[in-house]
Structures are given as C-alpha cells and as structure tokens.
C-alpha cells in the first residue's frame, strides 16, 4: 500500500483524538464508519456529491480512528479485528455500489471494481488464514483507494464527460484493473514466501 508510508503522519493527527475518545468501544466507532458508507450509496444515487464526499472522508476517518482507539486504551481484540476487517468489505461494497448506481458510474466498470477490490482484500486474508500473516502489500491497498474515490469525487464536481464517460466511471475501471493486478502480485509474493 503507497499510503502505508504515511501512516506516521496520520497517526499525529489520529491518536490525540483517540486518546480522548478512550473509553469508547473501538467496535461502535468501526459500526459508525460502515453506517456512513450505507448513507454514500443514498446520496450517490442523488448525485449528492458534496455530501457524499463529506460521508466518505467521514467513513475514512472512523476507520482509521477505531484501530487507533483500540491500540491506544489496550482494546484490541480478535473480535475487533475480525468486525473491522468484515465492515472494511461492507464499505468497499457500499462504496463501489453508490458510484456504480449513480449518474456518474458505470454498473460494468463497478463489477471491474468489485472484482480487483475483493480479489486484493481476500489474498491478503488468505495469507493469514494459512498462517502466513496479514499481507498488505501492493497498490491500491484499501487507503490508496479511499483517497482515490475522494479525488475522483472531487474532480467530478469541476468536470463532465471524457471519451463518453464520467471521472468516477473512469474511477471505478482503473480501481477494478489495478486491484486485479494488484491480487496478482499478492499472490506471487505470498506463494514465493512458502
């Protein structure tokens, strides 16, 4: 994931805010994450797309705000783990779906875009399912593809069509191709490391 190397930068602006939030249960603010990517598929079929990017960036933020709580007050948990990684998959989900159904997507590049994002996701998983640890690696990792839906959300405010289709629809096929070969290089360095 190319936004992993961020994640020191993040977390100075994550962890003050986890650290007042501390006594609050990581697993309701992963819930709140997923509700707010269910209200992106309502405003996306709207067009909404100030709002909808307001609710994506929202849904981002719980996301990574719950890891960050549960580290910080000691509340990590396999429950916890499992119910972020499950509401990760829903959101993608949610996500892909709200931009497939608008006006701006386009309900093939979305399969596109289910495909790479599950495919990616389920290497990673599976890697650990057999005992090799969580594999991340690659791009788009799930950050990377969070921040493009949002600059795709942005520039679609500022522009229209090009070659016949939206920038969320171009989006979406780009999502779709690189996660598909992004699953394959996965699994290239998880069967290399066996």
């Known amino acids: 994931m190319v936004?992993?190397?961020?994640?020191?930068?993040?977390?100075?602006?994550?962890?003050?805010?986890a650290s007042r939030m501390s006594k609050i249960n990581p697993n309701a603010i992963?819930?709140?994450s997923l509700v707010f990517s269910m209200f992106?598929?309502?405003?996306?079929?709207?067009?909404?797309?100030?709002?909808?990017?307001?609710?994506?960036?929202l849904s981002s933020f719980f996301d990574a705000?719950?890891?960050?709580?549960?580290?910080?007050?000691?509340?990590?948990?396999?429950?916890?783990?499992?119910?972020?990684?499950?509401?990760?998959?829903?959101?993608?989900?949610?996500?892909?779906?709200?931009?497939?159904?608008?006006?701006?997507?386009?309900v093939m590049f979305g399969l596109i875009a289910l495909a790479g994002t599950f495919m990616t996701s389920y290497v990673g998983t599976q890697a650990q399912a057999v005992g090799l640890g969580r594999f991340y690696g690659g791009f788009p990792g799930r950050a990377d593809?969070?921040?493009i839906f949002m600059l795709g959300l942005i520039i679609q405010l500022f522009t229209?069509?090009?070659?016949?289709?939206?920038?969320?629809?171009?989006?979406?096929?780009?999502?779709?191709i690189a996660g598909l070969l992004n699953s394959v290089y996965r699994s290239y360095k998880v069967v290399k490391s066996i």
């Open 3 to 17: 936004l992993d190397k961020g994640r020191g930068l993040a977390s100075k602006f994550i962890n003050p805010i």
């Open 30 to 32: 992963t819930s709140l």
């Open 40 to 57: 992106f598929v309502l405003t996306m079929s709207y067009s909404m797309l100030l709002i909808s990017l307001l609710l994506l960036l």
């Open 65 to 106: 705000l719950d890891g960050a709580i549960a580290r910080i007050a000691n509340k990590t948990s396999k429950l916890g783990d499992f119910l972020d990684h499950l509401f990760d998959r829903y959101s993608d989900f949610f996500i892909i779906l709200g931009i497939s159904i608008s006006i701006y997507g386009n």
């Open 145 to 147: 593809r969070l921040v």
């Open 160 to 176: 229209g069509r090009i070659f016949n289709y939206y920038i969320l629809s171009w989006v979406l096929l780009f999502i779709g």
